[in-house]
């Protein structure tokens, strides 16, 4: 695998998560599994073991030397590409909201050290490449590669974590990167007037997947298709929606270190210790909210996650009895929205901002409900820990979201407005009332299975299909 982020070594969104679980559900069920990313500066050399010195990684008229270290955790080789001049940086992609200029280059870097990972590192039979991080491997393997007999045999997966972000440059990118002017067209790398590295991945894999059945249907639609739906519809036939799991082993009420105290199905005295805490942590007044239903959000502050929905109807939806605990950042306007509820609400409302990974379980354990009010959503993962905490979720209706939450679990609404957002936290506040019914639903998103042990199988399966 090839991918820009992987848990637990660098980390700004659920890609990271799936790449620190899945690799792993693969190694467990027999496959032989190594990680490509780079070397970050978050990532310090001394928990490395250096591999390869002076690994060369040619792009274009340039030849960058790097070196290659190795780690090996929960029985998956991770491989790191140390190239100082395009990691050691404070940022993954981007420092004071601003994308790095030559994160073409970077990128471009990664994909070429994936392909010759698979001649001077690890002998591989599926070279699996995630986001437009890794768009371009199957691009250069066709191009650059083909002639190779080391990578005769050698099959893609291209993975869309998040189809909106698509790794689009201007054309003078293509000499840099190793093409030349050919490569501008329609049928190759040429987008809109652009260069996508998510459209060559799209375009040149063996299998397209993505990480839920409901958003690989949505993907295809111009709606949700961010001008690659077409593209996608001809490729019908090798897409798949392969739901994500959640990682049990870190998020599970059982065993969390970082709550206040353990609980399960058979035994849910736990969780009102944990909600006692929370409210605690964050300056709220346990007894004070005692018949409230406590609210969790822990996202990204972006328009996709629906903040938008709130920031409309948020005088209605605190004239309920609920009070909301928010961990999260992002764009400056949501910041702002969730800045002026604490200051109007005081003792009602609660905002961190930022990303703290305690309180991000705290909030898991604590709250009675989650809101994930998400213009689109490729899979999610909070709703999924939700459950298995059991935080009901209140959720829109779409992509991962729809396959995960049922009305037996949570609380679902279809349209993309404050009031139909407003409507179904308002029925999950009335539901809560009736604590003999709201048990059931808790102990109903407790006993849900969505483990990786079922798409690790899918995945095999579907790896073993294309090897033979």
């Not at 009102?272 to 409210?279: P, V």
């Not at 459950?387 to 949570?410: H, I, Q």
């Not at 809560?432 to 990786?452: I, P, T, V």
């Amino acid at each position: 695998m090839v991918a820009s982020e992987a848990a637990p070594y660098a980390k700004s969104g659920g890609l990271a998560d799936v790449l620190g679980a899945l690799p792993t559900a693969l190694a467990e069920r027999g496959a032989k599994v190594a990680v490509l990313l780079p070397r970050y500066q978050s990532i310090p050399r001394a928990q490395l073991r250096r591999v390869y010195d002076d690994f060369p990684v040619v792009l274009g008229q340039d030849v960058y030397r790097g070196e290659i270290y190795l780690h090996e955790h929960r029985g998956v080789r991770f491989y790191f590409l140390d190239i100082p001049a395009f990691y050691n940086r404070r940022g993954l992609y981007f420092e004071d909201g601003k994308d790095y200029p030559d994160n073409f280059l970077r990128f471009a870097a990664l994909n070429v050290a994936g392909c010759e990972a698979i001649r001077r590192l690890f002998r591989a039979d599926i070279l699996h490449c995630h986001d437009w991080q890794a768009g371009l491997i199957p691009y250069y393997l066709s191009k650059r590669y083909g002639v190779d007999p080391t990578f005769a045999s050698v099959k893609t997966v291209f993975t869309i974590h998040n189809l909106a972000y698509q790794g689009i440059f201007g054309r003078d990118v293509l000499p840099r990167i190793g093409f030349g002017e050919s490569a501008f067209t329609s049928g190759d790398l040429e987008f809109y007037g652009n260069v996508s590295y998510l459209k060559a991945g799209i375009a040149f894999a063996d299998v397209i997947t993505t990480v839920s059945p409901t958003y690989a249907r949505e993907i295809q639609t111009p709606d949700a298709g961010w001008g690659v739906d077409g593209l996608l519809r001809s490729r019908a036939q090798d897409l798949h929606g392969i739901l994500n799991g959640a990682d049990y082993t870190i998020w599970d009420p059982a065993t969390d270190p970082h709550i206040a105290a353990p609980y399960d199905a058979r035994k849910l005295d736990g969780k009102a210790a944990c909600r006692e805490d929370l409210l605690r942590t964050v300056g709220l007044d346990p007894e004070a909210l005692k018949t409230a239903a406590v609210a969790g959000i822990v996202a990204r502050l972006s328009s996709q996650k629906g903040f938008d929905l709130v920031a409309e109807v948020a005088g209605e939806l605190m004239n309920e009895n609920l009070a909301l605990v928010v961990l999260g950042a992002g764009e400056h306007r949501y910041e702002a929205v969730f800045h002026h509820l604490a200051e109007r609400y005081p003792g009602r409302v609660a905002f961190r901002n930022g990303y703290d990974d305690a309180l991000a379980h705290k909030i898991e354990a604590g709250a009675d409900l989650f809101l994930m009010p998400s213009q689109y959503e490729p899979c999610g993962l909070n709703q999924i820990y939700s459950l298995r905490y059991g935080t009901v979720p209140v959720v829109r209706a779409v992509g991962g979201l729809e396959d995960t939450v049922t009305g037996e679990t949570g609380f679902k609404f279809s349209g993309y407005s404050g009031q139909e957002l407003l409507a179904a936290v308002r029925e999950a506040v009335n539901a809560f009332e009736n604590k003999k019914a709201w048990k059931k639903r808790m102990l109903a998103g407790m006993k849900q299975d969505f483990s990786w042990s079922a798409s690790a199988e899918h995945m095999l399966a579907l790896y073993q299909t294309l090897a033979s």
